[in-house]
């Protein structure tokens, strides 16, 4: 009987997040317009911690309330979201072409970064002096934005004149913004453990899945939007900006915050969920390079595999007997598909600049 009235909060806090970073993406919007920040530096900071605040407040509260699972598969999850769905979805919408720094700056950077938090999360523990270096990082990687942001005045943000406010209208959307993010947070942290308790699961896997999707709707709806308005760099930006705010900012501030005992890691993410976030955001790299975008197909196949992520996060939950049946024909079949694209696209790249 617990599980409907935990539905009900996940809903409610999904809303209250959505309503709540839309709020927040406003006014920090506005606020920076009113400082005289240049458009193209908050495209590039602004909009995308407002589209990862609600992870940011999710995983900042379980840190506090001692919820360690879901700080960081709620991290986890979202980054192979962002990443399979998100970019999927759009790509579907329209082909994603990219003509930017994207290729060759922020997705390995991205890579790189998500291949330090696994190592750093190897020991099964996130100490605070790693959250530490994520936020120096973090630091470092926001100074080189806004030092370099001048060099690409052609990447046109999404930022026009009616993000404009007074003061007094900014400084209310930010406040209401954060009250949503915070209530919003703590009800769906609240309905979330107590549905794992109803169903039997884990918390890492209601992370990983529910609480995940939910924090990420502000990344897809934006994306999407963008994708439909022919702003590729936008709706790839927002999910290469949010994924890497996703590690830097979240863990590294949910790092600190654990103090000394640190954050905990469920040895699943460290042996399964963490190289799927590393793998896939490295399956994007020949992509990018070869074409220079997204078709339509590379999409379909993002969000088939996350189909596939999903029914395996399923079945290990309930159909165990069929666990390594799947996994078999995962292996056998899926896998060197997966390759066999990848690497054709890559030799096709190598004919035409040959050509």
Known sequence: MTLVPSAIEIVVGILLLFGGGELFVGGSTAVALLLGIPQIVIGLTVVSLGTSAPELFVSLI??????DAIAVSNVVGS????VLVVLG???LVVPLRVQSRLVRRDVPLLLGVSMAVWGMASGGRLTWQAGLALLVVLVINLVWEMRTAGEHPDEVDDIDDSDRATPAVAATKLAAGLVLL???SQVLVKGATT?????GVSQTVIGLTIVATGTSMPELVTSLVAAYRGKADLAIGNVV???????????GLCGVASGAQGLEVDPVLVSRDLP???LTTMACLPIFWTDGAITRLEGAILVALYGLYLLEQVLSNTFTSALDEFR???LLIVLPVVLVFLVWQTLRWRRDRLA
């Open 182 to 184: 915070v209530v919003g």
């Open 276 to 278: 799927i976030m590393v």
């Open 328 to 330: 078999f024909v995962a």
């Open 195 to 199: 549905a794992a308790v109803a169903l």
């Open 79 to 82: 980054n192979i979201f962002n």
């Open 89 to 91: 979805l759009s790509a």
């Open 241 to 251: 900006g949010s994924n890497l705010l996703n590690q830097l900012l979240i863990l």
């Open 62 to 67: 379980s840190t506090i309330q001692g919820g």
